[in-house]
């Protein structure tokens, strides 16, 4: 039997060994992204997560280890991802946008791709209230929930690297932008007021949009919301006829240049 000494040493030199091509492949991640800002070629390429996690599942079957191995491979591809996001992301992204317009979809997207964290303003709202953003109008008044909405909004200040898809009033209090602006990139999400109300049709949940789901009052409703939208943005993607991923790929492209002090 070896002696417990040499064991040990043997595990410190695999750590080393470990760290030395974690790093490396890192610094592959970091080469990747570069490579696809240089060529335009897109940067989220779920399909190419798809093949890569088959590969890994081919090469670790058998392995005696096989579960384990899989496991930290998991976490392997999720810190990949968080490098990618540092390189790409800078802050927090604050998307929002008229209501239906697919904020939090965007934001699921995004922090799965990403690895980011993710926080819908709203729902914080509920979870302190303690009931649903109907009943809060209903009991409490309009007022009420915008107080609470300015207040959760200044309280995300905490976040980094956190996509946070903010309710659709959010921008509208000047106030609240000076907020996010403190701690966020604003992406404002737009939509003709048709595919908006495609989404919103079979939703009771919005208590704006009480007796208004019809083409007509919802873009009465955005022409007198559009002002303080635009006001607010720093960088605007239309959403129509187009996926999830396509939205988000131009989210994390856009800001990029904007980062590096051009208008996007
Ligand atoms: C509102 C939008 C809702 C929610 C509340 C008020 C608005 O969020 O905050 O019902 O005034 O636009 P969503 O945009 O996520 O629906």
Do not use: W
């Not at 039997?1 to 030199?13: K, P, Q, T």
């Not at 897109?42 to 093949?51: D, F």
């Not at 191995?69 to 008229?98: C, D, P, Y």
């Amino acid at each position: 039997m070896r002696d417990l000494e040499s064991i040990r040493r043997e595990v410190a030199e695999c750590d080393q060994e470990i760290l030395r091509q974690l790093e490396r492949r890192m610094n592959c991640v970091n080469e990747i992204i570069d490579y696809k800002k240089a060529t335009g070629v897109p940067i989220l390429q779920p399909n190419q997560e798809k093949r890569q996690q088959k590969a890994l599942r081919a090469l670790a079957a058998g392995n005696q280890y096989e579960d384990e191995m899989l496991n930290i491979f998991e976490s392997i591809t999720e810190m990949s991802k968080k490098v990618q996001a540092k390189a790409l992301v800078h802050g927090n992204i604050a998307l929002v946008g008229f209501m239906g317009v697919g904020k939090s979809t965007v934001c699921t997207l995004l922090k799965q791709m990403l690895a980011m964290d993710s926080v819908e303003s709203d729902e914080i709202i509920v979870q302190r209230a303690g009931m649903s953003i109907n009943d809060i109008f209903d009991h409490y008044g309009e007022a009420h929930f915008r107080d609470m909405e300015s207040q959760v909004l200044k309280d995300l200040g905490v976040c980094h690297q956190t996509v946070i898809s903010c309710g659709g009033g959010a921008v509208l209090r000047p106030q609240n932008v000076e907020t996010l602006r403190q701690h966020s990139r604003i992406v404002l999400l737009t939509a003709s007021p048709e595919t908006i109300l495609s989404r919103v049709k079979d939703n009771d949940d919005r208590p704006k949009l009480r007796g208004k789901k019809n083409v007509r009052d919802i873009a009465a409703m955005m022409a007198v919301r559009e002002p303080a939208y635009m006001a607010a943005a720093d960088v605007i993607v239309n959403t129509d006829n187009k996926s999830v991923l396509q939205i988000c790929e131009e989210i994390i492209t856009r800001p990029i240049a904007f980062g590096k002090g051009q208008n996007a």
